[in-house]
């Protein structure tokens, strides 16, 4: 029995063929942890009006992982490539944020914080208004705070590229926010201040 279950994760492991090689890759137990209370630290900063230019929110939801969002983001990551990828999901549009550190020398281990943080930096470029069109310069930003946006699920890749390397995070959303003429968040006095 030792024996089959070996070979069957050696199989797992040996599964997908890298276009690149890699140093780590894949998404821990405490990465999710780590992405998940990130996401939802800063959704209730707009949920309790703590950032600085943004109005307060008031139906922002709590997010929650999901296995197939993340399986997608992994596989968009196995590519080694700073690329947004389509993802089809039956159940909703799918938004999708990128974030990649370089690195001189191998130094392993993630750092989700950065790359979520990174992304939300961008609500000082960013003018709330109801009727919402897309913007390369904030568009992370308000994937990360589009309140119908419920579940997230990432991956990440660490690869040599040229004369550094290159740790690649990818994360999808669902149901997808960034819809042109749609609504980021409703604004008001209170109302779900833990998120929704």
Same mark, same amino acid.
């Given at each position: 029995? #030792? ?45 309790? $009006? ?10 922002? #939801? ?8 993340? $399986? ?10 700073? #690329? ?36 939300? &930096? ?30 997230? $699920? ?8 040229? &004369? ?26 209170? $109302? ?5």
């Amino acid at each position: 029995m #030792k024996h089959f279950l070996c070979l069957a994760v050696l199989l797992a492991v040996q599964e997908y063929a890298f276009p690149c090689s890699v140093y780590e890759y894949g998404v821990t137990e405490k990465d999710k942890s780590t992405i998940l209370n990130k996401h939802n630290a800063l959704r209730k900063l707009i949920a309790n $009006g703590q950032v600085e230019n943004q109005p307060r929110g008031v139906n922002l #939801k709590r997010m929650i992982w999901d296995d197939y969002l993340a $399986g997608q983001a992994q596989n968009i990551a196995n590519m080694c490539k700073f #690329k947004h990828s389509p993802v089809s999901d039956a159940r909703w549009s799918v938004g999708q944020n990128l974030y990649i550190q370089p690195t001189i020398g191998v130094q392993k281990g993630t750092d989700w914080n950065a790359a979520v943080q990174w992304w939300f &930096d961008e609500h000082p470029m960013y003018t709330y208004t109801t009727d919402y069109q897309f913007d390369e310069k904030t568009g992370h930003y308000t994937q990360v705070v589009w309140a119908n946006t419920s579940h997230v $699920g990432c991956g990440y890749t660490y690869y040599p590229d040229g &004369d550094r390397n290159e740790k690649l995070y990818v994360c999808n959303y669902g149901p997808g926010g960034n819809v042109d003429h749609g609504l980021i968040y409703k604004v008001g006095d209170h $109302g779900c201040e833990n998120l929704c």
